[in-house]
């Protein structure tokens, strides 16, 4: 299609159907079954609610700055780091990726004219939309103060409004659940013709294995957050040693859950490395096949693993080895992952652009997230520090340096298909270098704090740990910056942002076989399926043509010949 | 041009008749892909409904294992009767279904029609006994954990209608009458579709009566066989023998609570359904006026361990376990287990319905039958799920 010279028919006629102006009106989107149009209200969403949270981390820096309480007591402490930790991690996190990025991105990455059940897709919009209502009015009303992990038995006792915020978890469950349902049903039915397994981007290896562990592991949380209810509401006494319950029952079931849902943070995140290290380095992937199965490997190791969130809680010894030895295993996929990526970078021609300066500060970032937890995956140095700020700091290496910056990376590289406006590469890098510097000025310091003893979740703290503090605040400061900075330059982009070319980086996946920002039927004709790494056949034309092909992509697959023997 | 063509012929293929069936999406290719997507769907639902029990499953293993004994003495408080009743009922609703299946495959549309009616029957049966089992516990303070009472407390014995069951059955009863006024209405105009849909509603709305009839008449049955409750408790003694024991075990749990001792003697005598039912008030202010005496809770319960001596050695006595922590923990699990599947049957009696609603509109045939078989799929592990609950809770001891 890109092939068809431009003339202006064809762009009015773009213009025209594109998803975005097609029909107007407040209730063409409230209502809207098209998967581009929830992917951004999604998008609209969790940033919103990032934005929310991120505001609450930079009061609790604000507050950490000196040894002494200053503008807030303990009990508003608690709340606050509460809500931030419940905030980021079931309104932001989780349907960050797989969500906003997910549903823009799975039904064109096959070609097809949306999701397997839309329906549901809005449906699930909308569970989102409530949960968050829920979860919200519950916090703000009277504030939660028993950390995002509800642990029992302070959360059956604690006056705060645990069956509210809970309720809220539960119905954000099933908004994750269906989302993955979803796409599980729509990668094994609706793959175009010529598209085996081994011929689907990566990005959607990784939705497909994050959509498992959310089929899987999000029940569980559903069961066990309705316990917790109960618990409180009819003391049904399962987690109460009052009555012969257990606390620790509570732990198993809320970290079968919480622990593969760690995956389901980050495993999107490395499929959209996956797919910029590629495009960016206009080179093949390195190891495609390895970078698929590790993802499964991930989604299949992350059940078995949960206990190494309870070496402390109390378990018999052989099974806390049992957990740190399968702990241990995990970091195999994740280690085959960062090597492809680099050597997928080796002989390249490395574009540093801002989602390519994203993705390797994710690389930077995750492999330092992903090296510190095995000090804690190890039982002996776990004992020493466990809950101090070195956990902190590690799941924020994974979780920010990680899921966040991928996210940011995906959204600056798929910024132009869905509005079809490019941005400002200058500014969009400054906010990656602010992001970067503000990032690791704020965490690193908290290793070296939690390494000599600082316990997490307290608002006071010894003097001798002000330094450090100080210094990770000010990182917290410009880190916020940066992220300004990075909103700044998309929404400048939406006023002042030149047109986006179909395919301003010279990628090889459909999506940018359709114009920029994709039509809502997303294709006329069925799109040519090829290899999604092969850059050969493009060559850069101009700013406003961006990447065309020089010849038709080579089919070589047909769409009547069965699937290639695997070797 | 040829791809606008294509574009209009994709984007409004539901509307535009070109001969394929009404309800194929548009994002789909054909109506097998549409069916195969749909049916996978369904079956990824079912994975997430089982790993959504799986945790009260877990629950359970962990303390039956921990407190085996509490399973032992709390499951003979539930009536294998009715379960194996409701069991049965289940099943033959799978059958119905799967018949209804068949019978939209093969375009029966009455056949259809008269399957889902059924089903939705079947399943009403299922909760007007489930009220029945419910509420005789509710009296009997047979609760979660956080609000069990002893069974060695006096005056407990009861058999009969509850007055929770009247609360439960408000709905259903509102339910008849609101249904009956719309078959009438549909009848008298004469609008089919319509008495078909309100036709097999009423019925289903009458199931849960004919289904809280049944299990009134087992429970009394199973009264007038074993005596009462605190009859199955002697039972656990080992001592299976004449009703004489119980009476003097009621004697000992009484301590010296005259009237009460009296009230038992008489019990006794007289045929025991007919003496509660003609005293419910004496019961709930006795069992008042017990729960407000700490002291004589004590006593109670000093002569219930006296009543519990004859227990094996090496296990907990029937006082250790008939507490909170002990069977009520055992109840806790068993609402939590059975609440939430009775709240899955009302989930299959809310999309039966719908299923019904499309029947009498005709829109089901050997194309398009994909939602008759999602919710069978559905229906069926509701049922599997039951077939699972009912000897874990009821037949093990």
Known sequence: ?567 | MSAEAAIHGEAHGHDDGHGHSPFLAHHFDDAEQQYDSGKLGMWLFLVTEVLFFSGMFCAYALYRSLHPEVWTFASQFLNETLGAFNTGVLLFSSLTMAWGVRCAQLRQHKGLVICLAMTLGCAAIFLGVKAIEYTHKWDLGLLPAGSYESQYLPGMHHSGPSSWLYVLSAIPALCVVGFGIWYGLSLAKGDKQKSEVAGPLLVTALCYFVGVGIGLAFESAEAGEHGDVAHAVAHTDGEHTVDGHAGDAHAAAAGGDEHATEEHGEEHVEEPVADVAASPAFQSEELNKLLASPGETTMVASAAEEAAQVAKPGEATEAEVDQRGGAGLFFSIYYCMTGVHAIHILGGMIVLTWLLVRATKNHFNEEYFGPVDYVGLYWHIVDLIWIYLFPLLYLIK
Not at chain 1, 21 to 36: E, M, P, R, Y
Not at chain 1, 125 to 152: C, E, K, P, Q, R
Not at chain 1, 388 to 393: E, R
Not at chain 1, 501 to 521: F, R
């Open chain 1, 1 to 567: 299609m890109s092939a068809v010279p431009a003339d202006s028919a064809r762009a009015q006629q773009e213009e025209r159907e594109n998803f975005l102006v097609f029909s107007k009106g407040f209730l063409s989107w409230a209502l809207t079954l098209d998967h581009k149009r929830i992917g951004l209200m999604y998008l609209i969403g969790v940033m919103s609610a990032f934005f929310l949270a991120g505001i609450l981390a930079l009061l609790i820096r604000l507050e950490l700055m000196t040894p002494t309480n200053t503008y807030m007591n303990n009990q508003t402490y608690n709340q606050i780091f509460t809500l931030h930790g419940a905030i980021m991690v079931f309104l932001f996190i989780i349907p960050s990726v797989p969500a906003a990025l997910g549903n823009f991105l799975v039904p064109i990455m096959l070609g097809a004219k949306d999701v397997a059940f839309p329906r549901l897709n809005l449906c699930s919009f909308y569970l989102w939309v409530s949960g968050a209502i829920f979860f919200l009015a519950a916090m703000f009303y009277t504030g939660l103060d028993t950390g995002w992990t509800f642990y029992t038995p302070y959360s059956t006792t604690t006056q705060g409004p645990v069956v509210a915020a809970t309720l809220g978890v539960f119905i954000l469950g099933f908004s994750s659940i269906f989302t993955g349902l979803n796409f599980i049903v729509t990668i094994n039915t609706m793959r175009p013709p010529g598209m085996s397994w081994f011929k689907m981007p990566l990005f959607l290896w990784a939705t497909y294995a994050t959509s498992i562990i959310q089929v899987l592991a999000t029940p569980v949380l559903g069961i066990t957050v309705l316990l917790l209810a109960a618990e409180r509401l009819m003391h049904i006494g399962i987690f109460d040693p009052e009555y012969n319950g257990d606390p620790v029952t509570y732990q198993h079931f809320f970290w079968f859950y919480s622990h593969p849902a760690v995956y389901i943070m980050i495993l999107p995140g490395m499929g959209i490395i996956s797919e910029l290290m590629s495009v960016h380095s206009h080179k093949s992937i390195f190891g495609y096949r390895f970078i698929a199965y590790s993802s499964i490997a991930i989604a299949l190791f992350g059940f078995l693993v949960w206990g190494h969130h309870m070496f402390t809680s109390g378990m018999a010894d052989v099974t806390t080895i049992i957990f740190s030895a399968l702990t241990f295993t995990v970091s195999i996929p994740s280690a085959i992952k960062v090597f492809n990526w680099l050597a997928t970078m080796y002989k390249g021609t490395v574009q540093l652009n801002t989602p390519m300066l994203y993705a390797l500060s994710f690389i930077f970032l995750f492999t330092i997230g992903g090296l510190t937890g095995l000090w804690l995956g190890a039982l002996s140095t776990d004992r020493v520090l466990h809950d101090t700020y070195f956990v902190v700091a590690h799941f924020h290496y994974v979780m920010v340096g990680g899921t966040l910056v991928g996210f940011l990376g995906g959204v600056f590289h798929w910024w132009p298909k869905m509005t079809g406006k490019m941005f400002s590469e200058l500014w969009g890098k400054v906010s990656c270098a602010l992001v970067f510097i503000g990032f690791n000025l704020t965490f690193l310091p908290q290793f070296v704090l939690g390494s000599r003893g600082m316990p997490r979740r307290y608002a006071q703290y010894v003097p001798e740990f002000q330094e450090l503090h100080v210094i990770s605040s000010i990182g917290a400061f410009i880190l916020g910056i940066g992220l300004f900075v990075a909103l700044g330059v998309v929404i400048h982009s939406l006023m002042r942002g030149r047109k986006a070319p179909p395919n301003p980086w010279g990628g090889a996946t459909l999506e940018w076989q359709c114009s920029s920002p994709p039509p809502y039927y997303n294709f006329a004709t069925p799109p040519r399926v090829n290899d999604p790494y092969d850059y050969t056949p493009l060559e850069y034309r101009d700013a406003e043509r961006g990447w065309e092909y020089v010849h038709p992509p080579t089919t070589d697959t047909p769409a009547t010949e069965p699937e290639p023997a695997r070797t």
